[in-house]
């Protein structure tokens, strides 16, 4: 079993320490582990009102330690990844900071529109000044423009604008077939992520017919908790994983050095 996503309490809203969350891990016989902390906000020349992510200062350390880690835990696979914010343009201009890391995989997320952080549960309350519809359609029409910049490796949590339950009353259908095209005209992984679950939407990234449109396009698909406490570790992926099975995957992707390798589900 795999979970792609873990971040660390470097990124000032989670918690534990890189060695808690692979002691999780191994508790919860997980195979193969990525971390994937927060990559500072400030290197991409944005400033959240509340700090998100590590300071440009942490950066080396944290790629330090997790390798280390990887280096003296070796009954574990552990995979060093960073999940990097996209805003359109900005982070075209920025990518130098992090394609130029020795990692293992990028995952490319949206947690900003503008200046709002329609993730945080501070800033919730500017749903209620949204045309739903209007903003779904924001949403993915820069979702393809994170899809076309070429950037990364993995999309994170794709449909998250849906977190607080906040839902158009449209069929979605149109949104998510273009946006599985935009995955796999440009070679992208997508994510499913199981932080959904534990959010007021009470329901995966992506949504079960979302991710039928990514397999009909055949799309590849990495697994991750979005862990940001340790006992996340590994949280309902095998639920993520029957789902993937049930709409047809037999293989999940892991990365090395930023290329990607299919392992099988059979068996496992
Ligand atoms: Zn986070
Ligand atoms: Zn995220």
Redesign the pocket.
């Known amino acids: 079993m795999i979970d792609y996503h873990i971040h660390t309490a470097r990124c000032h809203h989670a918690t534990g320490t890189p060695q808690e969350y692979i002691a999780e891990a191994r508790l919860k016989g997980l195979t193969e582990i990525g971390f994937a902390d927060h990559f500072p906000l400030d290197l991409l020349n944005i400033i959240p009102s509340s700090p998100v992510s590590m300071s440009a200062e942490e950066l080396t350390a944290y790629l330090e330690e997790i390798r280390e880690l990887a280096e003296k835990n070796k009954d574990i696979t552990i995979r060093l990844g960073l ?1 990097v914010d996209y805003i359109p343009g900005r982070t075209e201009e920025t990518a130098d900071s992090f394609l130029s890391l020795p990692v293992d995989y990028l995952i490319g ?1 949206l ?1 900003f529109l503008g200046s709002w952080d329609f ?1 945080h549960p501070a800033e919730k309350s500017t749903y209620l000044e949204k045309d739903l519809h209007e903003l779904y359609e924001n949403y993915f029409a820069d979702m393809g423009k994170l899809c076309r910049s070429g950037l990364f490796d993995i999309v ?2 794709i449909d ?1 604008i849906k977190k607080f339950g906040f839902l158009p009353q449209i069929h979605l259908d149109q949104l998510w077939l273009k946006t599985a095209k935009e995955l796999k005209e440009n070679d992208l992984c997508l994510e499913i992520n199981t932080a959904g679950l534990r959010a007021p939407v009470k329901e995966m990234y992506p949504a079960p017919g979302f991710l039928q449109y990514c397999f009909q396009e055949n799309v590849p698909v990495a697994v991750g908790s ?1 862990a940001h406490s340790p006992q996340e570790v590994g949280y309902k992926i095998d639920d993520a994983i029957a789902l993937l099975r049930k709409v047809g995957y037999r293989e999940v992707a892991t990365f090395i050095g930023r290329k990607r390798q299919m392992i099988s589900l059979e068996g496992g």
Do not use: I
């Open positions: 999940e997320s947690h993730t994170g949590h998250v979005d």
